[in-house]
């Protein structure tokens, strides 16, 4: 039986991969454009020509962060659940520990912060609640 805990983990879980992959998209795909590089702070496209290279490679990391969720949802519903609610539980840390940082390092970037931040930590939330629950969530 699945509970409402096991349902709103998996949906804020599927929530944060499809934002991670939106900031893939932003900083590896679309980045040459001046509404995306403004977006994030920057005024010149000297100055983007400059950060591109790093912004190219943190889009990876958003995409990385993204697929793990994903493969930690398809552990958890059709092959090792135990495994896969650890590395969900990892992907969600990583999202919500890098948007820390993010606050952290760029006060000014707190919206993004919390976009980047929040499903995932509510996530987080809802997996330990129904892990604390005894839910079995071997089937989601």
């Known amino acids: 039986m699945i509970t409402t805990l096991q349902v709103l983990a998996v949906v ?23 509404a995306i590089w403004r977006r994030f702070g920057l005024k010149s496209q000297a100055d983007a020509d400059v950060v591109e290279p790093m912004a190219f490679n943190q889009g990876f990391y958003n995409l990385f962060l993204a697929l793990a969720t994903v493969l930690g949802l398809l552990l958890l519903g059709w092959g090792n659940p135990v495994a896969g609610k650890w590395v969900v539980l990892v992907a969600l840390s990583s999202m919500v520990l890098a948007s820390i940082v993010l606050l952290i390092t760029e006060r000014r970037m707190w919206r993004a912060a919390l976009i980047q931040g929040v499903a995932p930590l509510l996530g987080i939330a809802f997996l330990l609640g129904a892990v604390a629950a005894h839910a079995p969530m071997t089937v989601i």
């Not at 804020?12 to 001046?34: D, G, N, Q, T, Y």
């Open 12 to 34: 804020l879980a599927v929530i944060a991969a499809v934002i991670h992959i939106a900031i893939f998209a932003l900083e590896s795909v679309l980045w040459a454009k001046p």
